[in-house]
């Protein structure tokens, strides 16, 4: 098959590497493009099918060439993009819509609205690029055998993939990223660095994600606040605690023990 990934950065780069295919890849930033592609042994492809340059070492109107058709569009932009990249390159696939964007339920309204008659399928590997494997949300629809490949090449570079629904995917988003992150900024934030020696367990944990984050791109946290709840319930959360009395903190531990109640011990 072959695939053309609108996006050149680590995720398109991390697809595009993972499928057994032609690869054709995209990018506004078409050095971005180059760069990908020559680290893929794929090829660089116009953005915009219409106005821009034929591909590389091809004519335009090639069969193959600028105005080619792929049989997997795989959108790996970032999120806030997904609906006008699905809206501006679904008339590309005649296969198959995939993204890689970490947003279900808006990638895949926007496949169905724009090329209902293609499979669709929506991926959202849970691990940054750099460490894979692992485990990729996977939701599929109008499933077909462009869409098994897909699945099948994930699943032989040793990934493992947890079939679920769109909004359940979503709804658990809420937490996973958006209130998790925001835990973990609004702790960096508040909390001043301290000596190696005064460090428990869990400032050093909680010390350890902030310094992942800020190394991380700021746009993808931004994107994920926008697009998923849980930074009010953070908010509401900490306010809880911060006006909480004694008889209160002993109370919210003791509910957590019951939330929690496969986690870990003591420990300060």
């Not at 609906?83 to 890689?100: I, T």
């Amino acid at each position: 098959m072959d695939v053309l990934v609108v996006g050149a950065g680590a995720m398109g780069r991390w697809i595009a590497d993972v499928l057994d295919a032609e690869v054709a890849v995209a990018d506004v930033d078409e050095a971005v493009a180059r760069e990908t592609a020559a680290a893929v042994g794929g090829r660089v492809a116009p953005l915009d099918p219409v106005t821009g340059p034929a591909a590389d070492g091809e004519a335009d109107g090639d069969a193959d060439g600028a105005s080619a058709e792929f049989d997997v569009v795989c959108l790996a932009v970032p999120m806030a993009l997904v609906e006008e990249a699905v809206a501006a390159h679904a008339d590309r696939a005649r296969g198959v819509l995939v993204d890689v964007t970490g947003v279900m339920e808006p990638a895949l309204e926007a496949m169905a609205g724009h090329a209902p008659d293609l499979e669709h399928c929506s991926l959202h590997p849970l691990f940054a690029p750099e460490r894979a494997p692992g485990s990729i949300a996977v939701v599929a629809e109008n499933r077909g055998p462009l869409t098994a490949a897909i699945l099948a090449d994930l699943e032989a570079a040793g990934n493992d993939l947890v079939e679920t629904t769109a909004a359940e995917h979503d709804a658990a988003m809420g937490s996973v990223q958006a209130a998790t992150h925001a835990a973990v900024l609004s702790f960096g934030l508040a909390a001043e660095r301290v000596p190696s020696t005064f460090e428990t367990p869990v400032y050093a944990a909680l010390r350890e994600q902030v310094e992942r984050l800020a190394g991380g791109t700021p746009r993808v946290y931004a994107d994920i606040q926008a697009r998923f709840d849980g930074s009010t319930d953070v908010a509401a959360a900490a306010e809880r605690v911060a006006s909480a009395d004694h008889d209160e903190l002993e109370a919210i531990v003791a509910e957590l023990g019951d939330r929690w109640a496969d986690g870990g011990g003591d420990g300060a």
